[in-house]
């Protein structure tokens, strides 16, 4: 099992740690090689280092600092003649102790605030737009896992679309509005979405969907006349698709962002393959687990997170909490290992407070 990183921001900059066996010198030259890196994604060389490096160093006290480096597997060589570049351990340690973390502005704060916000949209709309701003801010792909609605229903509605096809339209007591398309029987007459309506609506009463979805199952089992049959399937079918499948949904946005990175056939498939396990339910559950692992941002670097093994990716993640504190979703974005780190990760915690708030 892969061990769970220390959550690194949680509104405050984060203490740097010792680190063990480094000496100023060679944790400066780290520092460097990363931070050129996540700007370039090109392998560092010594002549470049002394240039930039405060300390006056040679480019062959420089080689010999990244040969030690390098030793401990914090750097690596691409090709016999080139420069260096971090390796998954390297990074980890620089996020671990040397990552500086940027403050978010005013304006940045005002411009998060405003896109989430919420007026006239759904709470799943407001999600959505949630992981396309993040994906743009961080240029990779933002990812948010939506909460189950535990709200009590106010009320519900079922609208024809197209044969075989219908929107439910439903209120909660917070006056948010959710509508999703479910599949329904052929041959429905209107009659039938008017009845779906009425006998849900005077069900309801206070209830989550959850506990008016095991109500219903009972009444249609006990008493079949309460409903014809293809009515009553469309009932079970709208509840269905709000209270099954073990809670929410998982919204992922700007994956072509992280194409854009992919230069290798081996790669590609292997992001082609997290796409597919991102469609999984047991992904959504796992990012959530992911997430309760600390209180603040937590950061996965290669396989580190269990949802990929080797395909140069990292993730950042947060919680986002209702106002009872307790966790209900979770957000963030997924990139190359060589994201800006110290941008991304105020963002994600800030966007997570943002939409807590807006759900408390």
């Given at each position: 099992?892969?061990?769970?990183?220390?959550?690194?921001?949680?509104?405050?900059?984060?203490?740097?740690?010792?680190?063990?066996?480094?000496?100023?010198?060679?944790?400066?030259?780290?520092?460097e090689v990363?931070?050129?890196y996540?700007?370039?994604?090109?392998?560092?060389?010594?002549?470049?280092?002394?240039r930039?490096?405060?300390l006056?160093?040679?480019?062959a006290?420089?080689?010999?600092?990244?040969?030690?480096?390098?030793?401990?597997?914090?750097?690596?060589?691409?090709?016999t003649?080139?420069?260096?570049?971090?390796?998954?351990?390297?990074?980890?340690?620089?996020?671990?102790?040397l990552?500086?973390?940027?403050?978010?502005s005013?304006?940045?704060?005002?411009?998060?605030?405003?896109?989430?916000?919420?007026?006239?949209?759904?709470?799943?709309?407001?999600?959505?737009?949630?992981?396309?701003m993040?994906?743009?801010?961080?240029?990779?792909?933002?990812?948010?896992?939506?909460?189950?609605?535990?709200?009590?229903?106010?009320?519900?509605?079922?609208?024809?679309?197209?044969?075989?096809?219908?929107?439910?339209?439903?209120?909660?007591?917070?006056?948010?509005?959710?509508?999703?398309?479910?599949?329904?029987?052929?041959?429905?007459?209107?009659?039938?979405?008017?009845?779906?309506?009425?006998?849900?609506?005077?069900?309801?009463?206070?209830?989550?969907?959850?506990?008016?979805?095991?109500?219903?199952?009972?009444?249609?089992?006990?008493?079949?006349?309460?409903?014809?049959?293809?009515?009553?399937?469309?009932?079970?079918?709208?509840?269905?698709?709000?209270?099954?499948?073990?809670?929410?949904?998982?919204?992922?946005?700007?994956?072509?962002?992280?194409?854009?990175?992919?230069?290798?056939?081996?790669?590609?498939?292997?992001?082609q393959?997290?796409?597919?396990?991102?469609e999984?339910?047991?992904?959504?559950l796992?990012?959530?687990?992911?997430?309760?692992r600390?209180?603040?941002?937590?950061?996965?670097?290669?396989?580190?997170?269990?949802?990929?093994?080797?395909?140069?990716?990292?993730m950042?993640?947060?919680?986002?909490?209702?106002?009872?504190?307790?966790?209900?979703?979770?957000?963030?974005?997924?990139?190359?290992?060589r994201?800006?780190?110290?941008?991304?990760?105020?963002?994600?915690?800030?966007?997570?407070?943002?939409?807590?708030?807006?759900?408390?």
């Amino acid at each position: 099992m892969p061990r769970a990183p220390t959550p690194l921001f949680s509104g405050q900059r984060a203490e740097l740690p010792r680190l063990s066996g480094l000496n100023n010198r060679a944790a400066a030259i780290l520092r460097e090689v990363v931070e050129l890196y996540v700007q370039t994604g090109e392998p560092v060389g010594s002549r470049t280092l002394s240039r930039r490096l405060p300390l006056a160093l040679s480019p062959a006290t420089i080689r010999n600092a990244m040969a030690d480096l390098e030793e401990a597997g914090l750097l690596y060589a691409p090709h016999t003649s080139a420069g260096r570049l971090p390796t998954e351990q390297g990074l980890r340690l620089f996020v671990d102790g040397l990552l500086e973390f940027g403050d978010l502005s005013d304006e940045d704060r005002e411009n998060i605030a405003a896109r989430c916000a919420a007026a006239g949209r759904s709470m799943e709309e407001t999600l959505s737009e949630a992981g396309q701003m993040l994906s743009g801010l961080a240029g990779a792909a933002g990812l948010v896992v939506a909460p189950k609605t535990e709200a009590p229903v106010k009320h519900i509605e079922f609208v024809a679309l197209s044969p075989g096809r219908a929107l439910v339209v439903l209120v909660n007591a917070h006056g948010q509005v959710e509508n999703r398309v479910i599949e329904v029987p052929a041959g429905l007459p209107p009659s039938a979405f008017s009845q779906a309506s009425n006998y849900l609506n005077a069900r309801l009463s206070g209830r989550t969907l959850e506990e008016t979805r095991g109500a219903v199952a009972e009444e249609i089992q006990a008493n079949r006349s309460a409903l014809d049959e293809l009515t009553g399937q469309m009932v079970e079918s709208g509840l269905a698709t709000w209270s099954g499948g073990g809670g929410g949904s998982l919204i992922l946005r700007g994956q072509s962002k992280l194409l854009e990175n992919i230069d290798e056939i081996a790669r590609l498939q292997e992001i082609q393959a997290l796409f597919e396990r991102l469609e999984a339910q047991e992904t959504m559950l796992r990012l959530l687990e992911l997430a309760q692992r600390g209180q603040g941002v937590q950061i996965f670097i290669g396989a580190e997170s269990g949802l990929f093994n080797s395909a140069g990716l990292s993730m950042v993640v947060s919680p986002f909490r209702d106002r009872k504190e307790q966790i209900v979703g979770a957000l963030g974005v997924i990139g190359p290992t060589r994201i800006n780190y110290g941008r991304v990760i105020p963002v994600v915690d800030y966007t997570a407070r943002v939409i807590g708030k807006m759900l408390g």
